[in-house]
């Protein structure tokens, strides 16, 4: 073995100088997958692949809101390119406005007319000044425009109950209400459809530092004046967990898991395992590679456990765990202003998406949302914005080729093949998952996590009639590669040449660290 392991570094070194191709890289390994095409069970909720919108840097402003007398072009002050990039990822679900935002935020200052608006400083990112200029009507006029699903998180920290129910009446009554005659008289006549609601966000940190059980006694009381308006149902978020918290969980499910329908779990990647230094978003060597793809498959790991004590309270799976913030936090671009959290997206970035989204996947059963941070020019984007221009970025890309899973029934999969080994860590270097549409389509999702060896992968489905599979493949030069202004399509999918599937069986090689996405039919 350890022989082995010496001929593939070499291998890995000869590579990385000889500089190996896209497709083909130095040495391809075997591995195989079955596809149980007779085994599924649970729908894939569409808001998994959901999003995140804080008021945070520049992810609302100039990101989203450029207001309507900006020269690019917009509807209402919401700039087009991007609702038009968004529509075609097929967005299912945007949480907003925050984030820790969310907690010092007052609704009230954010509706009527915009010039009479009160501004007031955003304590938590940056210290900037925020206008209010996008607030609930701009939100739920953005929602409508992408035809996504509102997520509204309501202010526990520094907001009162009455705030928050005026809020929910304000946004869904049709009654001859106070709250409701003021959502008329700006402008706005019928109430808006608003199902997901967040009371409160990290409630154990930015949200008021409170313990397990104080939070879930806020939690009984805000969530009693969450009230469901002229047959507008409300679907109750609690704070969950920070990562790997698990007594929060327990303290949350037993004092009050018959009081909600989903219980938040944030998890970041921090590449380095350091807050102090994360790690740059493209300068970096493959230890922070393995060590970023390592953090991000913990979340298998935290769904699992999490999902145990839900279990063992909720057997029937009625509440949702909802992911509501995952994604790889880098340190910010050079000269930004660190409090805008401003990164760039490299290929790495797409494994990460993939893998998580994968296992996403595999939990449908308990995980019913997960919204990436953040939509734009935050964290993980899909999309940067530098004034008028816009790109996409590769975890876009990710997110476009896995919408084919949206709402289809989960497959399960078994993967064999070699670890990607880098030094005493390991990890597996496939990872995959899979799912049948409404018209029966099968679509296999695949990650070659290795940065230089491909993978030939023998794929059956037992259970399944297919005859053919077109790849969808997205790889790049580098595990650093990424879409700038200036060469916005370094990285993109591409489309393979179609495989014959023969008695449910093929072979498909899947390039040096690439994502994969199969039509089976
Ligand atoms: O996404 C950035 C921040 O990360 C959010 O505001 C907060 O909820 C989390 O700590």
Redo the contacts with the bound molecule.
Sequence with gaps: MGSILHLRSIQNVLGLLLGASLWTAVAAQTASLVVHADKGQHQISRHIYGH?A?H?GRCIYEGIWVGEDSPIPNVRGIRTDVVEALKRMKIPVLRWP????ADEYHWKDGIGPREQRPAMINT?WGGVVENNHFGTHEFLDLCEQLGTEPYICGNVGSGSVQEMMEWVEYMTSDADSPMANLRRRNGREQPWKVRYFGVG??SW??GGNMTPEYYADQYRRYNTFVKDYSGNRIYRIACGPNGGDYRWTEVLMDKVGHRMNGLSL?H?TIPTGDWGRKGSATEFGEDQYHGALRRALQMDELIRRHGEIMDRRDPQKRIGLIVD?WGIWTDVEPGTNPGF?YQQNSLRDALIAALTLNIFNQHCDRVKMANI??TIN??QAVILTDRERMILTPTYHVFEMYAVHQDATMLPVEVQGEDYVFGQQRLPRLHASASRDAAGVIHVSLCNLHPSEAVDLDLSLPGASVKSAVPRVLTADTIQSHNTFDQPDVVRPRTLATINVNAGKCRVTLPAKSVTVLALQ
């Excluded at 925050?98 to 935002?101: D, I, R």
């Design positions: 995140f804080e945070l925050g984030g820790c935002f938590h966000n990290e940190g930015c944030h970041y913030e959290l941070a953040q935050v964290l």
